[in-house]
């Protein structure tokens, strides 16, 4: 296989799940790094609500994987849910090299195609640049290939594969222990990040309002990082291990939420100001011309 320009891996290799719910990302991401840590949707109360980063080596490759919320949740706002992925900073920083769309073997939905807008929106139209479709229950496969049902499957899906750069795979989330399966999308990924330069999806790749916020929200975060570190520093007194990791978390999530939002509001008002200036030079322009009409007509 190919290898990253970082030959030697010294940092970790950045998956980014995305989809709908349910469509199998929490196992998908137990199968890549073979092991249990992602609660997957068999269990029936467990829904990933926040986003949650896991590491291990697959191959020779350090890799992080983030699982994110489904989008089009149930009795959920999309808006929020897409919100809370593109928050946090620290999960993904500096950025995901790869985005892997989770989708069930089957036919695209108008969910799934609302589901593509909205994810190009928010993250702009270069996403798919980065983005490899991962098809789930390889099981239903039976004694067919993925190709073949590619080519038997309808244009709208055919269409949307051919706009990611990184084409598709398939897992049996079934059977994690045939790790085969881990290995070649491994080596795809690879292709696709040696497609992209070694990179990974940058901050100015969003589209201008995100990137705006995401610039304001890491220098918010930067700008309290001794107030977070004395908090941190907190935690350590208090908790160990497993129970100091999970408190961390917690506190980064609040912080993370709190520059957002603060990034958010500054913005907006920065918006606002500009527009009642505007307002007010072209007041100011309507009332010099009535001026000097008046003036013409006095004459």
């Known amino acids: 296989p190919q290898h990253m320009p970082n030959s030697s891996h010294e940092h970790p290799l950045r998956i980014m799940l995305l989809g709908k719910c349910g469509v199998g990302k929490s196992s998908s991401g137990n199968t ?5 840590v ?19 080596v697959v191959g020779d490759v350090p890799v992080d994987v983030i699982d994110t919320p489904g989008l089009f949740e149930k009795g959920s706002n999309k808006e929020d849910i897409i919100r809370e992925i593109l928050q946090r900073l620290k999960l993904q920083e500096p950025g995901p090299h790869v985005f892997a769309y989770v989708i069930p073997l089957g036919r695209l939905t108008q969910e799934d195609q609302d589901t593509h807008t909205l994810i190009e929106a928010k993250f702009g139209p270069r996403v798919w640049d980065y983005t490899i479709v991962l098809f789930t229950h390889g099981d239903r ?3 067919k290939t993925i190709n073949s049902i590619i080519t038997e499957s309808d244009e709208n899906l055919r269409n949307f594969i051919r706009k990611c750069s990184g084409g598709f795979h398939v897992f ?31 901050t100015e790749l969003y589209p201008e309002k995100e990137r705006k916020i995401r610039k304001r929200q890491e220098s ?7 107030e977070i570190s004395k908090k941190e520093g907190n935690l350590r007194e208090h ?9 961390k978390t917690k506190l980064w999530r609040k912080e993370e939420e709190r520059a957002r939002k603060d990034a958010e509001r500054e913005l907006y008002s920065m918006s606002y100001l500009m527009k009642i200036i505007l307002l007010l030079a072209v007041l100011c322009l309507l009332l010099c011309c009535n001026l000097g009409v008046s003036l013409k007509k006095k004459k």
Not at 41 to 56: D, G, N, P, Q, R
Not at 239 to 247: A, I, R, S, V, W
């Open 32 to 36: 890549i790094l073979n092991k249990m």
């Open 38 to 56: 992602f609660c997957s949707e068999m269990k029936l109360a467990s829904i990933t609500v926040h986003c949650e980063k896991e590491s291990a």
């Open 141 to 143: 496969l039976e004694d």
């Open 172 to 202: 049996n989330n079934k059977t994690p222990e045939d790790q085969k399966q881990v290995t070649t999308f491994m080596e795809k990924i690879e292709t696709l990040v040696a497609l992209n330069g070694g990179s990974y999806y940058k």
């Open 220 to 226: 918010i975060l930067a700008e309290r990082d001794e």
């Open 239 to 247: 908790y160990k291990d497993e129970e100091l990791k999970k408190m």
